[in-house]
């Protein structure tokens, strides 16, 4: 307790004198990302030397804080002295705008402090990671639900969400709730199995995260037996139907039903609609201790069962015949023919093997039978009494067709018999006797179509019973030489291009190619059918081949490009066509014709003049024709047609652009300042000719004019730091064998460089009336003598010719700011900072926190703490305590100690 108006005490802080042993105060400033400066309250920090990790210096810590913008690490009161060159490691964090930075450094000893500079904060890392329910969760309605979560970095209160639409809409769970990574909720009555949760920060929706698969919510399964449910009666015969509902997701059902009271159950039908009904006849025995169950076939606990008892009781019930006959066994197939077949078999009775059955019913089928058939017999006789053997015809059967045949039997009810055994035949086919009729060729001379090397000929096409049906292939000869029908099969058998027959009365044709012209044939032909039977020869049909006449024009040139150029001459490349197409040797050779700068179209050849004319080669040889005597760096369109001899000549090829090498728009030469930034030359493409196909080089007659070809598409000129003077650039365009250069004379012109400062002040925090003093340094690129000079300081502040700064405060305070100028004669170089003075009666050297205890006999006891100034750091050294007392509170205090 403090003992009130008793005993006032001050205590004076003495100084003895400004120059730290230790403490030793590492410092610098801090900035936010956007640019300002995070707020006194808001900067959290650790230290740590990276050799002694466990020992951590925070904020709070003796010597250490954050003030004003800047930050201060007093190093000296790690448990463990720091050595001068070990790594210090800081890791700061503003909690207001959520921005960290690590930063680390070598502390540099003895020294009172240093200064480590301004550091900018990034934004903190942040993220939001949804664990649970996060895919392939079941839930109930009303289930309990625990969603967990967790986060990185500062993340504020959360949003929980739900959607049952795999993210289309979204329902809220909750607002807004601590984000401390757990939230109880119960399953909602929804049914989907496309349920996501999603978490998200209230103050940044952005920041969120969705579970990774799909949730299943729905109602809990079960079933309810609504008729019967207890009370009905039932009558054997009666149709009843059997009702339930479900809830939630059911698969089929089973019904079943105890006349017992539930000892034992009968199966009725499985296979059922979840929800739905079943109409059940009802059948013996009769009870009155029936219960219905319906039950879940793949989950048979899901099941609901009448809540009481009904009964089945019997009325008047006539006699019903429900006893089929029996099947036959004993078909067989006694005869076939090509359109018809006869079935044997033994009768059945009307119920099984007794009595007379009322009808019979038999069928066929061409392929794998199975019953009821495609096909049903007429003419079935009545049945027989029992045991008797009966047979019947299968009329309208397709001769040469596999057959399968059974039969059932039918009572007067009717009950029907199950199916007899199976039969096969087979019916004959009819002989074929009838050949191909014959027919006759081209006996209109309109419709021969001749040519000089082939002839077409027409006939009508027969059948294969006479003019009946389809043939079954042709067979047409030929000769140079007359011949008659007796010799027919000793001529020449055409195989190629003989069509197949068609239906009989289609017109068919048949084209002979490859003869000679001006040459008489004969041709003529027959039919065959599928049997080996061929008609009778057509008639033999004389034909002439006409005289040759060649129409066809040499095909034209599609490959023309460009070969090897030169200044004056270009190579043109293609091949050859040929007389007729592409096959042969045009009769006098391929003319080229050119203009120069303006591209034509071929069909305007007519207006181009001459140049030359190549000598024919076969078709499909590679030509290098060079034309001569262009003019240098010139773009050439070229076109080639090709000249025959006998018939038309071909068609002028599309155009074809070629350059001549030379050097058409030379650089102009540069001139530049020494420290100019880089300059690109003009594009290479538009110096030399032909604009691509080049390889290009470059290179510089001097070390300061650095010249780089870029791209192989232009030259970039770059100028050595501080270089002036003159040199050639000169670049070079080959193509083969060929080169071309062009040269840049580039002229640079000195500038001067003003001085530039390597040195700055290491302390900007002075005392009141003790001495400060700096050495500015400058250096000048071009080796010019600096000079220095006070370009704007506070009052007595010096600054000499070599730099030298000096500055006696006296009774001052603030922030200066000083301004230190160097000249190079030409250029001048301001270095400004600022000078933080500070009083000895300043609050930073006032003692803290003084305590003085009663109660204590004879003595009052007295605890502080050091003042800020030696907590943070401050270049001071701490020298002794004065302590002064007095009765009074604003009088009469006396030094004590």
Known sequence: MFKKASLILWIVLIFSTLTLAQPHVVMGSLRNSGGGHPAEGCVEFEAWMTLRPGEILTQDSDGCGYMDTLWFVNVGSFTTPPENGQELNIRFRDICSAETLTISGTITLPGAEEYWGSFALIPEARDINLLTP???????????????????????????????????????????????????????????????????????????????????????????????????????????????????????????????????WEFIQGGLAARGTHVWTVDLPVSDECLMRVREEADTLIMDISDAVFEIDTADIPIIDTI??????????????????????????????????????????????????????????????????????????????????AMVTHDEVPNESDVSNYVNFTTPLVPDTIPPAAFVIDTIPATREVSDDRFTIHWIAPGDDGNVGTADRYEFRWSAVA??????????????????????????????????????????????????????????????????????????ILDLTCGDLGPTTIELVFTAPGDDGAIGTVGIGYEVRYKPDVDFDPIDYVFTAVYDTIAPVPGGTEIRYTVSGLDRGREYFFTIRPLDDDGPNGDPCPTTGCWTLGVVNPIPDLVMFEDDPDTALPMLSDVFNPPYGLTYDVESTEEGIIATLVDSEYVNITLAPHYHGEGWVIITAREGDDVLVDSVYVTVISVNDPPVFISYPSDTLILDGFPWNYLAVATDADGDVVTYELNLGPVGMEVDVSGYCSWLPVDVEGTYTVQVAAFDHEDTTIQAFNLVVIKETHPVFEPQNLNALDGFRGCIPLMWQAPPAVMTGLPVNLSHYRVFRSEFFDVGYSMIA
Do not use: C
């Not at 023919?337 to 006869?342: D, G, K, P, Q, V």
């Not at 009775?349 to 061409?366: C, I, N, P």
């Not at 002979?512 to 059918?529: R, S």
């Open 483 to 556: 011949f008659t029908e007796e010799v027919f099969g000793a001529q020449a058998l055409i195989t190629t291009g003989v069509p197949d027959p068609q239906p009989a009365g289609t017109p068919q044709t048949l084209t002979v190619a490859g003869l000679t012209p001006e040459t008489d044939y004969w041709i003529a032909g027959k039919a065959w059918d599928d049997e080996g039977l061929d008609g009778p020869v057509s008639n033999i049909l004389h034909i002439r081949t006409h005289e040759y006449e060649d129409d066809i024009p040499p095909g034209i």
């Open 324 to 405: 089929p006959p029996a099947a036959i066994i004993d078909l067989e197939v006694i005869e076939v023919e090509s359109n018809r077949a006869l079935l044997r078999w033994t009768s059945p009775g009307d119920d099984g093997d007794v009595g007379t059955a009322t009808q019979y019913v038999l069928g066929y089928d061409v392929i794998d039978f199975i019953w009821p058939p495609s096909f049903f017999a007429a003419g079935v006789p009545a049945p027989l009494v029992a045991g008797t053997v009966q047979e019947t015809w299968v009329e309208g059967l397709i001769p040469g067709t596999e057959y399968w045949a």
């Open 134 to 264: 996060n895919g392939g969760d079941h839930y109930y309605w009303d289930d309990p639900i625990v969603i967990t979560w967790n986060s990185t970095g500062t993340v504020g209160n959360v949003k929980l969400e739900y959607s049952t639409n795999a993210g289309a809409d979204w329902f809220p769970i909750t607002l807004s709730t601590p984000n401390d990574g757990i939230h109880n909720w119960t399953a909602p009555h929804v049914t989907s199995s496309l349920v996501l949760f999603k978490v998200s920060e209230v103050a940044t929706p952005s920041l969120f995260d969705v579970s990774d698969g799909y949730t299943t919510i729905n109602q809990e399964p079960g079933l309810r037996m609504d008729y019967p449910n207890g009370g009905e009666s039932f009558l054997v015969g009666d149709d009843e139907t059997i009702a339930w509902t479900t809830t939630g997701p059911v698969g089929t059902v089973e019904l079943h039903i105890s006349r017992d009271n539930g000892a034992s």
